[in-house]
């Protein structure tokens, strides 16, 4: 085999096809085992980044809270029934009135309507 790089050749002695095949696949699974290792360490990284202990959530949370009582709004999270899913809400303290809610309750609705549609599809298909 010659492999040349502009003003460079070199020749490189295989014995048969098949040797070249299995250096080929070599490399292939070297290079593939390099990337899946880079990967899975990347993946550790953002989950040490990601993980907080229960002391900085409490911290946040007090500090959250402390926020709030200077806005005389508080933050209330829900778990809705339907779509196992956290539904927060921003609510004045005087009148309990919803400030701000995210999601939305339109796409609380959306999606309860695509779920039971999800649901009479699979039924007809079954």
Do not use: W
Not at 13 to 33: F, I, M, R, S, Y
């Amino acid at each position: 085999m010659r492999i040349s790089s502009n003003d460079i050749k070199v020749d490189v002695p295989v014995a048969n096809p098949d040797q070249q095949v299995v250096l080929q696949k070599q490399v292939q699974e070297g290079t593939l085992q390099k990337f899946q290792r880079e990967a899975q360490e990347q993946t550790q990284s953002m989950q040490e980044k990601r993980e907080l202990s229960s002391e900085e959530l409490q911290k946040l949370m007090e500090e959250i809270k402390r926020k709030f009582d200077t806005l005389n709004k508080y933050l209330r999270i829900d778990i809705d029934r339907d779509l196992d899913i956290p539904v927060a809400k921003i609510i004045e303290r005087d009148t309990n009135r919803v400030i701000r809610q995210i999601p939305p309750d339109y796409l609380l609705e959306l999606m309860k309507k695509i779920d039971q549609l999800l649901g009479i599809l699979l039924q007809k298909e079954a």
